[in-house]
């Protein structure tokens, strides 16, 4: 039996061509330090869409108004991953630094595309997708 592999939700979240990513401490138990996008694990029973309306109200107190599924990526390190991508371009709330991030910045395409290519070769595709449709802002 292989090692299980960890379930996981992140959203872009676009607003005005910019995306906000967020540094991960330097403290955490996954991605210590890294730049990402924000989300996390899905909990038993829980759908992708519940799981990143959990997520996102614990890490940055918003719920998505208008958020769309967008790709799955898949990587094997440090474990087995996959993480389902959600487009959200409105919100209620005002992204607040809640819980694991040093450090939250609104990034430009190439900016954001710069700080996550070495998480997944996709990303940079990605991003140009989720921030050149058009879009209103939260």
């Known amino acids: 039996m292989g090692t299980p592999v ?25 991605l210590a330090g890294a730049w990402d996008v924000f989300g ?28 769309r599924y967008l790709a799955c990526i898949e990587g094997a390190e440090p474990d087995p991953w ?10 209620s709330g005002e992204p607040a630094n809640l819980a694991e991030h040093a450090e939250l910045r609104w990034c430009s395409l190439e900016e954001a595309q710069e700080r996550l290519r070495a998480a997944h070769p996709d990303f940079p595709r990605l991003l140009a997708l989720a921030l050149t449709s058009a879009s209103v802002g939260g």
Do not use: F, K
């Open 82 to 91: 996959r993480l389902r991508l959600y487009r959200v371009t409105r919100w």
């Open 6 to 30: 960890h379930d996981c939700v992140g959203a872009l979240i676009v607003n005005n061509g910019r995306v906000l990513l967020g540094r991960r401490s330097h403290d955490c138990d996954w």
């Open 40 to 67: 996390g694990h899905v909990e038993p029973g829980e759908s992708g869409p519940q799981a990143l309306h959990r997520e996102l109200r614990e890490e940055l107190g918003i719920a998505p108004v208008e958020m």
